[in-house]
């Protein structure tokens, strides 16, 4: 028989229909109906890591999205399997990440009489999606990917989902039909191209211009346009002191002397026009209302969706929107000022003040970081993981980072010189992130080392995937804050223990003292104990030269975090 006329499977189609439209990693879990799938990926090229749940390895698809600028992509199993997965789902639509979900689904032939792990998919994928199709025969596998993979990445990016059904996996079509399929397929998948025209960028420079207190604030929208140069180039044309969300941090050095992070309440509060690049007045920004912003401010918003910028409007003073790619709108920007420069200058009085309260700031965090507490406050470690992260120098480390106070402490105390090398709760403060952010992190960027600094809290949620970690010798050290509990463990007033179940552990607390470190050496990973300056300082170093996958377990005082974080009023 001649090879055209030889026929594949459901399984390689959709695995050929992958790699041909460019996806080179899969995260997931196998199983009924979609092992033979995976292995097909893997047999064409595609490196598929395989978790213990897809609830991690719906994060690392998010975050991988993010990292690569293509959507990450998840596969899991039916029923069960696609509700886990819709977590990593949601979390990649809430921050505006490309990321496609593909489960099988049962056969369509027993749809409605109770078939093994039958669900409504397309269903429950709805509110979590911005795109969904299943395909119903084998020839409409190539276009369904095309389709996913386009949507998940054009626009806001996002999640889409699709749908293979087990019987479809198992149809056949001949080889040279497959290859009709793909080329047709082809004239669908267009790629994302960010639009080249852009309104309202004379407005922005004239309010830019005669701003007596300009601030220039981005987020994880401008990292993913990958806009660090021209925002560079924006800030060091104009002098204009800048803001990042923590998730910004990095896209221009924290160390920079414009950075206003550590003045972050009289900037924001301050400031007259804020320009905000690929970051949402939502919650992390105060909703862009008084009292944390001042009433007059005015507000230029870049956003890739319009929407976001319309639905800002109806809250706060927009002077200027701009809808566009990030990337493209600052190089019109940088084009319009270059033609008619400006420069705030080292002496004007924003900039002065701004400096002043920064020093200040910075003088106050720095005494309260030289002192070594033992037993462990939230501080001092820190500061040790700090320093050591800074000595790693460049390619910088990515940092992940998840947990009430660990996280919160943390953002003021890391630094970030590099973009995109922090990952944390992100949008929806979403928790149990870590590990799955870790593996994205280390598949995406091999070059880098990964630390995850996380509460021992956001670690159980997926503390099993270390396995993971040691499987695929994936160089992350995850350092656990271990305080015994959510915010520290049993933190309640004596009118609050009372009932039939007041023997009961409290809602926040976990065995006191667990000995996480032992679990990644169940699988032969390195773990660390510590509870000193030195044992740290030595365990990192080691973890970090080492550049193999590490727990190390740091003590830290129940007592010494706050309730919830920064955030107490909201609990
Ligand atoms: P942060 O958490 O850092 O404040 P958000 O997730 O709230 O950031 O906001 C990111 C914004 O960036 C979203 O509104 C999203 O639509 C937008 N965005 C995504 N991609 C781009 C892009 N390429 N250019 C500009 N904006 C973008």
């Avoid at 600028?69 to 069960?80: C, D, E, N």
């Avoid at 550049?547 to 919830?564: C, H, L, Q, T």
Wanted: hydrophobic share 40%; with cysteine; glycine share 10%.
């Amino acid at each position: 028989m001649a090879e055209a006329d030889q026929t594949i499977d459901g399984n390689l189609l959709a695995a050929k229909s992958l790699a041909h439209f460019g996806v080179e990693h899969m995260f997931g879990v196998v199983g009924i109906p979609v092992t033979s799938f995976a292995n097909r990926a893997v047999s064409l090229g595609i490196r598929f890591i395989a978790f213990h749940n897809e609830q991690s390895a719906g994060y690392a698809a998010s975050a991988f999205g993010y990292l690569t600028h293509r959507p990450g992509v998840l596969l899991t199993v039916s029923g069960p399997g696609c509700v886990h997965g819709l977590a990593g789902l949601s979390n990649a639509m809430i921050n505006s990440w490309p990321m496609v979900l593909i489960s099988g689904s049962c056969d369509q032939n027993d749809v409605g009489r109770g078939d093994f792990q039958e669900l409504d998919q397309i269903e429950a994928v709805k509110p979590f999606s911005k795109f969904s199709i299943k395909a119903k025969r084998v020839s409409e596998i190539p276009n369904a990917v095309a389709q996913v993979l386009h949507w998940s990445a054009s626009g806001r990016p996002g999640g889409c989902y699709l749908d293979l059904p087990s019987d479809l996996l198992h149809q056949t079509v001949t080889i040279a039909e497959a290859e009709k399929l793909l080329s047709a397929a082809e004239t669908f998948f267009i790629n994302a191209t960010p639009e080249t025209h852009v309104s309202g960028v004379e407005k922005t420079v004239s309010l830019l211009r005669n701003a007596k207190r300009p601030l220039i604030v981005f987020g994880k929208g401008a990292a993913y346009a990958r806009a660090e140069n021209e925002l560079k180039k924006l800030v060091e044309s104009t002098g204009i002191p800048f803001l990042p969300t923590p998730m910004g941090k990095g896209l221009i050095s924290d160390t920079h002397e414009l950075a206003a992070t550590a003045a972050r309440s009289l900037a924001i509060g301050k400031c007259d026009v804020a320009f905000v690049i690929g970051a949402r007045l939502n919650w992390l920004l105060h909703f862009g209302e008084p009292p944390k912003w001042s009433k007059d401010v005015v507000f230029i918003l870049v956003d890739i969706s319009e929407e976001e910028i319309e639905l800002r409007k109806k809250s706060v003073n927009v002077g200027a929107g701009l809808a566009g790619d990030a990337k493209c709108v600052l190089e019109s920007v940088n084009k319009a000022i270059k033609d008619e420069p400006f420069c705030l200058g080292k002496s004007h009085p924003w900039v002065e003040e701004l400096k002043k309260k920064v020093k200040d700031n910075v003088v106050r965090l720095e005494a309260q970081l030289a002192r070594d507490v033992v037993p462990f406050n939230f501080y001092t470690p820190l500061r040790i993981i700090r320093d050591a992260i800074l000595a790693v120098g460049s390619p910088a480390p990515v940092v992940v980072s998840e947990g009430a106070n660990t996280m919160d402490v943390g953002r003021a105390v890391l630094v970030q010189t590099e973009p995109r090398t922090r990952l944390d709760a992100g949008t929806w403060g979403t928790m149990g992130v870590g590990l799955g952010y870790c593996i994205a992190a280390a598949v995406a960027s091999p070059e880098r080392l990964v630390v995850a600094v996380e509460g021992d809290s956001g670690f159980g949620f997926s503390a099993m995937e270390v396995e993971t970690l040691v499987r695929y010798q994936l160089s992350v050290v995850v350092i656990v804050f271990n305080n015994g509990g959510v915010y520290g463990g049993d933190r309640r007033s004596p009118e609050e223990i009372d009932g039939p179940h007041k023997h009961d552990p409290a809602p926040t607390s976990f065995v006191p003292g667990a000995a996480y470190h032992t679990l990644i050496e169940a699988f032969g990973g390195k773990g660390y104990l510590v509870g000193t300056p030195e044992e740290l300082k030595s365990a990192l170093s080691e973890s970090f030269s080492a550049r193999k996958p590490a727990v190390i377990n740091v003590i830290i005082d129940p007592y010494a975090g706050s309730e919830s974080g920064r955030l107490q009023h909201k609990n």
